[in-house]
């Protein structure tokens, strides 16, 4: 591999083929005329060329440093545009694609919010939402931008900031015989469940729950999402369960009611996460900054605690 030039020598050049004598490039660099005679010297055994010569009582260019002249200004324009910070972030001019792996309830509960934001405030933004599947954190390497939901230990190189905590609760059709019911937990356990889970895992939190009060439930069926256990809610009389807030939102689009769950259940944390080369990017900054801000709102209006708040009291 060539050797690069010390690239320090670069504003000499510039100065030294703009002003067109070593008084005047010592002047602007703010240095001796002796030290910046030494630096022409070296420019010179660098570029193979004079680059100034005599002429009358002062210097004119060489025809090599008048063809260098637009490369040497276009070179240092170019690295001063690479070391300088990134500009101010002007949302209504920004275009971006950003890619989010989150499951149906996280897509439902803030997905229209932050779609709404982004067309209000950053119209060249796309987001592109991605479902959960087996994936793996190390996707935020290349593939994802940002990830919501929970998650366990992650990689050295993934960064993660705490969103909020939500409860859980059962919807059932509006019109079915549970619709009004104040449920007890002999008889929320005597009731039909459907649950989701990505793996057709039947037991969790609620079964140990039950348990330690003596009692045992009849799980129909398991969904993959929370929206397909809302539709199998709508045809049958079965609870399903389903975060809170994805409960009020489903029952403003189908017939079904919300009854709470009469179990202390623990909270379930999430997060939103994302690989260390994006931290300090401005506009994924932004998009981080707009979804915690949509989780607060929501936390506002009754739906899941933005981190931090106190743990949810029992149902």
Request: hydrophobic share 45%.
């Given at each position: ?16 083929l ?9 002047s ?15 420019l ?23 063809e ?25 001019t920004l ?32 987001l ?27 990689p ?5 900031s ?17 619709a ?24 969790s ?25 809302c539709?199998?809610a ?7 369960l ?10 403003r ?10 179990l ?12 260390i080369?994006?931290?300090?990017d401005?506009a ?10 949509i ?8 739906g ?12």
């Amino acid at each position: 591999m060539q050797q690069l030039p010390d690239m320090n020598l670069l504003p000499s050049l510039d100065a030294l083929l703009r002003a067109g004598s070593v008084a005047g490039a010592a002047s602007e660099m703010r240095i001796s005329p002796s030290a910046m005679s030494r630096t022409l010297g070296r420019l010179r055994r660098v570029v193979g060329d004079e680059l100034l010569v005599p002429s009358g009582r002062g210097l004119t260019l060489t025809p090599r440093a008048r063809e260098l002249q637009p490369h040497v200004e276009a070179a240092l324009a170019a690295a001063l545009a690479a070391l300088r910070p990134p500009p101010d972030l002007e949302l209504a001019t920004l275009q971006r694609e950003f890619t989010i792996r989150a499951n149906d309830g996280v897509a439902v509960i803030f997905g229209s919010a932050l779609t709404e934001r982004v067309m209000r405030e950053a119209p060249g933004v796309r987001l592109r939402m991605l479902p959960e599947g087996d994936e793996d954190p190390a996707d935020l390497r290349d593939r994802i931008d940002l990830e919501v939901g929970q998650m366990g230990d992650l990689p050295h190189d993934i960064r993660s900031s705490p969103l909020g905590e939500y409860a859980y609760a059962a919807v059932v059709r509006a019109d079915g015989p549970y619709a009004a019911e104040r449920l007890t937990p002999e008889r929320f356990a005597a009731l039909p469940h459907i649950t989701v889970t990505r793996r057709g895992r039947v037991r969790s939190v609620v079964d140990e729950r039950l348990a330690g009060l003596g009692l045992v439930r009849d799980v129909l069926a398991t969904a993959p999402t929370y929206s397909a256990a809302c539709f199998f809610a709508l045809r049958s009389d079965a609870l399903a369960l389903v975060p809170l807030q994805f409960a009020v939102e489903a029952a403003r689009a189908m017939p079904l009611a919300i009854l709470d769950i009469p179990l202390d259940l623990p909270a379930n944390p999430f997060v939103q996460a994302w690989h260390i080369r994006v931290d300090a990017d401005p506009a994924h900054r932004w998009l981080r900054g707009a979804l915690a801000d949509i989780v607060a709102g929501v936390s506002r209006a009754g739906g899941p605690r933005p981190a931090g708040d106190a743990a949810p009291s029992t149902p």
